[in-house]
């Protein structure tokens, strides 16, 4: 066990919530915890104020694409990052800049100098700081946990970010209610500042970091072509493309299917819209309540295939009631999806490659802008539930077809035989 791992006789605890009594990881995950409930909130607060300043819905649609335009440019730079340098200084810097964005954009409104272009370039460059900061901190997660306990800490992970997806928007709401755009944007730079401030005490493991020669082209090539030879590596990548291409893109569309299919007012689309997050959430701490998962990939490849069941029948749905439950369902479901795909990701990869695994990771998870785009067009074309139907279809043929040329990714899993520690590894049957 590493020294680090010795020094915190709490990490001992056999729980499946045990993870939390490791201090370095409690800091982290709080850390992320207040970054998930700022982002939430900043997409409703910064959407009001676009609206607010432009009147133009089309506007307010782009600020999706800024937040995620950096991911298939920056993602797998950003792995390489992680490997070659200290990932808690990455972490550390980000979000740094991060604050100060933030309170660049308080400022802007309180000073009634803000316009669209402002937003968007603050937060395209909050979008690069998100990128750059998810392999490092994926990484380091594991770093402090150990293999073993790496899906009960994703799980932690997700479930903090599953119930932001439903109490930032929420907060968000009330504060421009209750203070208007100065005070959301305010709170928004608390939250930010403080998650910076919990990931400073946090002691990462002591690791060498090789210095290389090769080239970030050479670097960036190798990466490549270890997780398209690596079957676990390469069929997580296949399905997260095509999830976030044909599955995930559904979200833009809530507004549209609570005005004009279902026919409800803007209280009753918010219960629409939290509906997936409150599946999402149930399934994070189920998820994170089990000791151990043996078959990730059972749970991720599935689960996936489940939720793009329950939202092609969504598509289908002109009943409120019966809309919630299906959207419930398919936010459980795609709890498997959220909380192991990290997971796979990580248990596939050397130490050495971590970095770059989670950052081919980054650039299958930027496939999203072009789903978002997609959608729209059939959305205006044909219609929003023909759109989401023809999508869930392609979705779940291709998901078959990943699974069944790529079956290793639904295999056993199984971890060495001595005590979790820190920086141990997975073997994975291929």
Do not use: H
């Amino acid at each position: 066990m590493s020294e680090l791992a010795k020094s915190d006789p709490l990490l001992s605890k056999a729980g499946p919530f045990s993870v939390l009594f490791n201090r370095n990881f409690r800091l982290l995950w709080i850390a992320g915890l207040l970054r998930f409930n700022a982002r939430w909130m900043e997409l409703i607060v910064l959407g009001w104020i676009i609206l607010d300043v432009t009147n133009s819905p089309f506007l307010v649609g782009t600020l999706g694409f800024f937040r995620m335009a950096a991911m298939p440019i920056l993602g797998l730079p950003a792995g390489i990052i992680a490997d070659r340098l200290n990932r808690k200084l990455i972490i550390l810097l980000a979000e740094g800049l991060n604050a100060t964005l933030s309170v660049l954009l308080f400022v802007l409104v309180a000073r009634n100098l803000i316009t669209f272009w402002y937003i968007a370039v603050i937060t395209l460059a909050m979008g690069m700081c998100f990128v750059n900061t998810f392999p490092s901190r994926s990484s380091l997660v594991q770093d402090l946990v150990g293999s073993k306990k790496l899906t009960n800490a994703m799980s932690l992970d997700m479930a903090a970010m599953t119930a932001s997806k439903m109490v930032g928007p929420i907060c968000g709401g009330l504060l421009l209610t209750l203070t208007g755009s100065a005070g959301a944007t305010l709170a928004l730079s608390i939250l930010y500042i403080l998650g910076f401030l919990f990931i400073i005490p946090v002691r990462a493991p002591q690791r060498q970091v090789q210095i290389r020669t090769e080239s970030i082209a050479k670097l960036l090539s190798k990466g490549i072509r270890f997780v398209l030879k690596e079957p676990v590596l390469l069929g997580t990548s296949l399905i997260t493309i095509t999830a976030n291409l044909f599955i995930f893109p559904f979200m833009v569309m809530i507004p549209v299917f609570a005005r004009d299919v279902l026919q409800v007012n803007e209280t009753s689309m918010g219960i629409l819209a939290g509906a997936d997050g409150l599946g999402a959430l149930i399934g994070a701490l189920f998820l994170a309540s089990r000791r151990t998962i043996q078959s990730p990939g059972r749970i991720y490849t599935y689960g996936t295939i489940i939720a793009a069941i329950t939202i092609l029948l969504f598509s289908l749905s002109n009943n409120f009631t019966m809309s919630i439950l299906l959207l419930m369902v398919s936010g459980l479901s795609f709890a498997g999806f959220t909380v192991m795909q990290p997971v796979l990701m990580l248990l596939g990869a050397p130490y050495e490659m971590r970095g770059r695994s989670m950052g081919v990771n980054m650039v299958a998870i930027g496939f999203a802008p072009i789903g978002f785009l997609l959608l729209g067009a059939m959305a205006e074309i044909w219609s929003a539930p023909i759109g989401v139907t023809v999508n869930c279809i392609i979705g779940i043929c291709c998901m078959i077809a990943i699974i069944t040329f790529a079956p290793a990714i639904r295999r056993k899993i199984t971890f060495p035989d001595q005590e979790d520690v820190a920086l141990s590894q997975p073997r994975i049957p291929t």
